[in-house]
């Protein structure tokens, strides 16, 4: 995730999240009246991807084959991004995944870009029609379907949206990332009208902590569920507070009623953010006492020998 990066020093970035938005407990407690079905963990923990060779020695065991990665990687995490489904989407591909992974794993598949960024959702019916058909064939293994809306998609473009949201969130679950400033400026007018929207249907506004854009953590909660895309900086020290800080929150939103928060951990290589992985693991069992991947190999365990016929 390259957006809102800083190349240079972030030793002066305010990483402090925001106070907890008033409208918070209004969604917790609607949250906590609805019965739960997810039956998995409320806080589940992923990547953006699972295909990076340098995953073997990190996270895979030594002579791991490609075909085996998306098996292996679904012991160790509890959820993933599926960032691949907004470059194109087809069926011979989903029901890998859905052969690969068992049925307590979730995907987040991502908008296609001919979606979100071609046509900005407008005109798009029968585009989404198809994709819906081919995500459901993961079956029980969809979370989210999350849409990143381009940066020049601003406020003036909310009719597109709403319109957008009207038509599918009775279909499909919803997330959206809105980047452009103008949602977040001052005042919060804009992140109040779209909040309400969201919340009308049921959709999450996803939360971004990246250090040159403060304003997309916004910590809005307007679903049962949410995301969070949190982006390290590593090796600086300030990613290990930034997660104690996440896993403060995290625990008081599980306790309070939200369903399920899937957790995006990006590094600017996949394969740092499995030490960032260990650390949000670590953290949160000391806050709660709960593993929320109980399937991660610790460094000295590895990751064990590959086991093909569970997949």
């Not at 907890?20 to 209004?26: K, L, S, T, V, W």
């Not at 160790?76 to 489904?85: R, V």
């Not at 987040?108 to 459901?136: I, S, W, Y």
């Not at 506004?205 to 049962?224: E, K």
């Amino acid at each position: 995730m390259e957006f809102g990066r800083i190349d240079g020093s972030v030793d002066t970035v305010d990483f402090s999240l925001p106070l907890e938005p008033q409208g918070n407990a209004r969604v917790l407690e609607r949250a906590a009246q609805v019965s739960r079905t997810d039956a998995g963990p409320v806080v589940r923990v992923g990547l953006a991807g699972w295909g990076h060779r340098d995953f073997v020695g990190t996270l895979l065991p030594p002579g791991t084959r490609q075909a085996d990665f998306l098996g292996l990687h679904a012991r160790a995490f509890t959820t993933n991004e599926l960032n691949t489904t907004y470059y194109g989407i087809d069926a011979d591909r989903i029901a890998r995944w859905a052969r690969a992974t068992p049925s307590t794993f979730r995907f987040c598949p991502k908008l296609p870009a001919d979606v979100t960024h071609g046509a900005a959702l407008v005109g798009v019916d029968a585009r989404m029609e198809q994709f819906v058909d081919l995500a459901r064939g993961l079956g029980p293994r969809v979370g989210r379907v999350w849409g990143l809306l381009p940066i020049e998609f601003d406020p003036g473009r909310f009719a597109a949206l709403e319109a957008f949201v009207r038509t599918w969130a009775a279909r499909v679950p919803l997330a959206f990332e809105l980047r452009h400033q103008a949602w977040f400026a001052r005042g919060g007018a804009q992140l109040d009208r779209v909040g309400a929207l969201f919340e009308e249907h049921d959709v999450a506004l996803v939360i971004s902590d990246v250090a040159g854009r403060r304003d997309v953590a916004h910590l809005r909660l307007t679903a049962r569920d949410t995301i969070v895309r949190f982006v390290g900086n590593r090796p600086h020290p300030t990613d290990a507070p930034r997660i104690d800080a996440w896993v403060e929150r995290l625990a008081s939103w599980a306790a309070s009623g939200l369903h399920t928060a899937h957790v995006f951990l990006h590094q600017r290589h996949d394969p740092e953010a499995v030490e960032t992985a260990r650390r949000f693991r670590a953290a949160y069992r000391a806050r709660t006492g709960v593993d929320v991947l109980p399937g991660f190999p610790s460094p000295a365990e590895g990751a064990g020998p590959v086991q093909r016929e569970l997949f």
